[in-house]
């Protein structure tokens, strides 16, 4: 599927890998001038290189790498909210370290990234932003409560900005993506017998691919969506729609890591 970016520049913060490397690539391909945000151990203009992008280090957590990124790039047209980090600890064994650096990026990055790139694009009357959230927005799974609470917060950063910057004609929409295959989530796919049960619960059969959520995520910053603001499009194979597994293995077999009917 092809968007038309032409002209357009979009910044992608945690571009180096994974989903935002997908959208990077797919935004490069409709023609944007993108510049990758990651941190100096990503090697972010590496990253980019290969497809034409730029490469910066910024560390979301901190605003003056922010604000460094944004006067060498001026305005976004795009902006892909992206980075983010997760821990694995149940609610009694997180540490304050651990909550405090995953606010840091996850909820407090995108805020200083979305405040300090809504004020240069404010003046410009249009521009579209998406937030990567997550199907954890919504639900509580276990081992993950300051990662869940980042991502339910990033629902209440995205209505507010939708809100407020809708009279400047500048889109805020959020993917929020189930299991897809980064290395954020390698040791999931690692164990076949964890992914077997855990994709019975998803009515498609299987995990996603980052180009799934990045072609979502085109299509909420394309003109393509010029009606759509403050929506939340959920990339999960339907996982949150079924409250019960689909999948038994009387009727179908895993096979290559999905479901299939027999
Ligand atoms: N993989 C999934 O199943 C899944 C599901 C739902 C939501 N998400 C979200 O998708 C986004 C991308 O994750 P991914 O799965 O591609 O993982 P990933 O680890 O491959 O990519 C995350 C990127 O963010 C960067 N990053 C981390 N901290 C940063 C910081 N302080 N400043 C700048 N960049 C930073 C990382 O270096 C990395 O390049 C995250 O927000 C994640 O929470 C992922």
Redesign the pocket.
């Known amino acids: 599927m092809g968007f038309d970016f032409r002209g357009k520049t979009a910044v992608v ?10 959208m990077a690539r797919a935004l490069a391909a409709g023609g944007a001038a993108v510049w990758i ?3 100096a ?2 090697r ?1 203009a590496e ?1 980019g290189a290969a497809f034409g992008a730029r490469g910066v280090v ?5 605003r003056a ?1 922010i604000d460094a990124a944004l006067a060498a790039s001026g305005a976004p047209d795009v902006l892909m909210v ?5 821990t694995f600890a149940s609610l009694s064994e997180t540490t304050a370290e651990d909550w405090n650096r995953t606010l ?3 909820l407090s ?1 995108a805020f200083h990234t979305i405040q300090a790139a809504a004020g240069l694009m404010k003046p410009r009357r249009a521009g579209a932003i998406v937030i ?5 927005s919504f639900d509580g799974e276990s081992d993950l409560i300051a ?1 869940n609470a ?2 339910a917060g990033l629902l209440g950063i995205l209505r507010t900005a939708a809100n407020e910057l809708g009279p400047y004609g500048i889109r805020v929409n959020a ?11 390698r040791a ?1 796919f690692a164990q076949s017998a964890v992914i077997k049960d855990y994709f019975r619960h998803i009515p498609l059969g299987r ?2 691919e ?1 180009e799934e ?1 990045a072609n979502a995520a085109a299509f909420l910053a394309s003109d393509l969506a010029s009606f759509i603001t403050g929506a939340a499009l959920v990339v999960d194979g339907g996982q949150l729609a079924a409250k019960f597994g689909v999948w038994n293995d009387e009727r179908a077999e895993f096979v290559a890591d999905r479901w299939r009917l027999k």
């Open positions: 913060t945690g571009g180096a890998n994974g989903i935002g490397l997908a945000w990651d941190l151990r990503e972010p990253a910024v560390d979301v957590a901190e790498s992206n980075a983010g980090t997760v840091a990026v996850n990055g990567t959230a997550s199907t954890n990662y980042t991502k993917v929020c993506p189930g299991l897809i295959r980064t290395r954020l989530t999931h995990g996603g980052p959520v």
